[in-house]
């Protein structure tokens, strides 16, 4: 019963409090690439008040929790914002997905990774943002029992080029190094499930049969790479017998993420990712 009403919750927007930790740094003792960055992270807002973030030099997450605990641990999601590596779009991409999330019953943390793209950058996606993101599961997993979240039930969640990472970290991850000295570092980097928002470079998306089950969604106004190529990663994941779920809104472009209270059938993608987990036995089982 107690599973059934948080089902129903999922479904028609019941929602519950949720608890925002302070921002987690990933590599307390510096980033590797990164020694030499003393640059102060960049927070811009616009007119509505949404924020844009440049100059990362300390990846970090920041935690939305559920505020209830009692119960078995919550399903963990890793929310990867877009910008085009350029910077990130940190609330419709992050914080708002990463609170509604919370108020759900699903643990919910916001990544700041460092941008390959941005002007005279010296990062690069494969050397630093993809590391950024797999050290986020790794830490997740090592502060599972404290945060009250389940390390097998741990996916990630990109848009855009949040979305490229959240691909690449399901196709290149290992088991951690068992003989390790800190937990983090023995960790396995795997995610256990993968949701591409519009993703970039969707051409290189080609999982295998060891890639983690996938929920897809775009917009059918978005660039062709996107709108049409997200239908033929759908049959790349068919292929290889991976389960996966393709969402297209047809009056939606680029970028749509999600914004609390936006009347839009875009904005409903959230609500068919939380199906989607509970019909994929990804949400806590029944107590």
């Known amino acids: 019963m107690k599973r059934l009403l948080i089902f129903a919750g999922l479904l028609f927007g019941v929602s519950v409090a949720a608890e925002q930790l ?23 807002a616009s007119k509505s008040g949404e924020r844009s973030v ?32 350029r910077v990130l779009a940190y609330d419709h991409e992050g914080d708002f997905v990463a609170k509604a999330l919370a108020e759900h019953g699903i643990a919910a943390f916001v990544l700041k990774y460092r941008l390959a793209r941005e002007t005279n950058s010296t990062y690069t996606i494969m050397d630093h943002a993809v590391p950024d993101t797999q050290r986020a599961i790794r830490t997740i997993r090592a502060h599972a029992k404290e945060w009250h979240v389940d390390p097998d039930h741990l996916g990630v969640m990109g848009f855009s080029a949040g979305g490229e990472l959240a691909n690449l970290s399901s196709l290149h991850f290992d088991e951690g190094n068992a003989s390790a000295p800190e937990s983090i570092d023995r960790q396995s980097s795997k995610p256990n499930f993968q949701a591409l928002i519009y993703p970039g470079q969707s051409g290189q998306i080609q999982p295998t049969s060891n890639s983690p089950p996938a929920f897809l969604a775009c917009g059918f106004k978005d660039r062709p790479d996107i709108s049409e190529g997200l239908a033929d990663v759908y049959l790349r994941f068919k292929k290889v017998n991976v389960p996966c779920e393709l969402h297209i809104y047809s009056g939606a472009g680029h970028g749509f993420g999600y914004r609390p209270g936006r009347n839009e059938p875009s904005n409903a993608w959230l609500t068919r990712f939380e199906e989607w987990l509970a019909n994929s036995n990804l949400l806590p089982k029944k107590q």
């Open 54 to 85: 440049y100059q990362v030099h300390k990846p970090s997450i920041t935690p939305f929790l559920p505020a209830e605990k009692a119960g078995a641990a919550a399903t963990a999601v890793i929310v990867i914002p877009g910008g085009g590596h």
């Open 22 to 44: 302070p921002e987690v740094i990933l590599w307390p003792k510096g980033a590797p690439g990164s020694e030499a960055k003393t640059n102060d992270l960049v927070v811009i």
